[in-house]
């Protein structure tokens, strides 16, 4: 999902650069080195458009991204439409690492929804098995999948990832000049 107005941050944040490339091609290396069969970047900036079909993914155009995380999701579900399930990707995650989605798939089956807990804090990225299909599509405003696992808590299955790092989103110029600062590092 790479189609948010990135207004805390007050300019497209996921092109920022983080350790010498634009903060999203980190994400896009991870995803790409896990090795899944499709993946669907869902964007309103050509740019990034750009970026994820230079790393084989298929970009989706979100042209209504004031609607919300909710329409991102819509337009993923519907482009992949016969999945066995979806896992979500935030693009301002630099340091997500392929071992860390490997280890979700792990726990990955037609049941359950895996969420990452980094530390005591649940994150990103999420798997949703193909069960919550109609509910993904019905999703609306600026929720995302949220509101799902707060109504399945007990079809939901958590995964501690030693990482914490891993699990930091970029928001604001404050949380990016950590970053350029390198306080970051566990």
Same mark, same amino acid.
């Given at each position: 999902?790479?189609?948010?107005?990135?207004?805390?941050?007050?300019?497209?944040?996921?092109?920022?650069?983080? +350790? =010498?490339? &634009?903060?999203?091609? #980190?994400?896009?290396? &991870?995803?790409?080195?896990?090795?899944? !069969?499709?993946?669907?970047?869902?964007?309103?900036?050509?740019? *990034?458009?750009?970026? &994820?079909?230079?790393?084989?993914?298929?970009?989706?155009?979100?042209?209504?991204?004031? *609607?919300? /995380?909710? $329409?991102?999701?819509?337009?993923?579900? !519907?482009?992949?439409?016969?999945?066995?399930?979806?896992?979500?990707?935030?693009?301002?995650?630099?340091? %997500?690492?392929?071992?860390?989605?490997?280890?979700?798939? !792990?726990?990955?089956?037609? &049941? #359950?929804?895996?969420?990452?807990?980094?530390?005591?804090?649940?994150?990103?990225?999420?798997?949703?098995?193909?069960?919550?299909? !109609? +509910? %993904?599509?019905?999703?609306?405003?600026? $929720? =995302? =999948?949220?509101?799902?696992?707060?109504? #399945?808590?007990?079809?939901?299955?958590?995964v501690s990832i030693d990482s914490?790092? /891993?699990?930091?989103?970029?928001?604001?110029?404050?949380?990016? +000049?950590?970053?350029?600062? =390198?306080?970051?590092?566990?």
């Open positions: 999902m790479a189609s948010g107005f990135s207004k805390r941050m007050g300019c497209n944040k996921l092109l920022l650069p983080v +350790e =010498g490339k &634009a903060m999203i091609a #980190h994400v896009f290396d &991870a995803v790409r080195q896990a090795g899944f !069969e499709q993946t669907v970047v869902v964007t309103g900036f050509d740019s *990034i458009a750009q970026l &994820a079909v230079g790393n084989g993914f298929l970009a989706v155009n979100n042209d209504s991204p004031e *609607i919300g /995380q909710s $329409h991102s999701v819509v337009l993923g579900v !519907e482009k992949t439409a016969q999945s066995a399930g979806w896992m979500f990707f935030n693009g301002d995650m630099p340091w %997500l690492k392929s071992d860390t989605i490997g280890k979700l798939l !792990e726990y990955a089956d037609a &049941a #359950h929804i895996v969420v990452p807990r980094y530390g005591s804090r649940p994150g990103q990225p999420v798997y949703f098995p193909a069960a919550f299909k !109609e +509910e %993904l599509l019905a999703l609306t405003g600026d $929720h =995302g =999948g949220r509101t799902i696992i707060r109504s #399945h808590l007990d079809r939901v299955c958590y914490i790092r /891993q699990g930091v989103d970029i928001d604001t110029p404050e949380g990016y +000049e950590k970053v350029k600062r =390198g306080d970051w590092v566990e």
